[in-house]
């Protein structure tokens, strides 16, 4: 939480995730593996410039014609076949994407991770920014910044790492999602690949 508190007070709320309904979330959570957020939102805009971004119509739409449409993403072909087999998932386990958050979030984690091509930080997103489910988000910036700050190793798994925070914090959706988001922005102003310590926060706490 000191951690937390600092980030904060350096960045203020930044009000995560850009996306109108929490199937964009979905989407956008798919899309976005392998690729930076830029070109997530051309591949948005052109599916919502089609009137395609429901889960009937990209259900419907063909597959290549998807493709076509989230290109701008990158592995436009791989995506389109992971963001089918997505919706075809939840439409035939669970019909409707209500009905998926409206269970056991702990036991649909365990679903969902096994969904081709949804992999755990993908899986988290969908779990904390669609559903609204207090499951924390791990991507290459919080590994990087907690690994730093002498808080994991740097061989440490995704699960090792998420349970820091699982464990250590209350179960609480809001404070996750600003927490990643906070992370991020850090990451990209200053705990970079070849970090930049001058102005940084977190300085008294880094080892």
Not at 46 to 67: C, P, Y
Not at 132 to 140: L, M
Request: hydrophobic content about 40%.
């Amino acid at each position: 939480m000191e951690i937390f508190e600092a980030l904060l007070k350096a960045y203020g709320p930044l009000h995560w995730w850009p996306a109108e309904t929490p199937f964009e979330v979905c989407v956008g959570a798919i899309l976005t593996q392998n690729t930076n957020w830029g070109n997530v939102e051309k591949a948005i805009v052109n599916l919502k410039r089609e009137g395609v971004l429901s889960i009937d119509a990209l259900w419907e739409i063909e597959q290549e014609r998807l493709a076509e449409l989230i290109r701008p993403s990158g592995f436009f072909n791989v995506k389109s076949a992971r963001l089918k087999d997505f919706i075809g998932w939840v439409l035939e386990r669970h019909g409707s994407l209500n009905a998926m958050f409206s269970g056991d979030w702990q036991s649909l984690r365990d679903e969902l991770n096994a969904v081709r091509g949804i992999g755990r930080e993908t899986c988290d997103s969908i779990l904390l920014y669609a559903g609204d489910k207090p499951s924390f988000v791990v991507d290459a910036y919080t590994k990087r910044l907690f690994s730093r700050l002498g808080l994991v190793s740097e061989s440490a798994t995704y699960e090792e790492i998420r349970s820091l925070f699982m464990d250590a914090l209350p179960l609480d959706a809001p404070l996750f999602n600003e927490y990643h988001a906070l992370i991020v922005e850090h990451c990209k102003r200053h705990c970079r690949k070849k970090p930049i310590c001058e102005g940084c926060p977190l300085k008294g706490l880094c080892r």
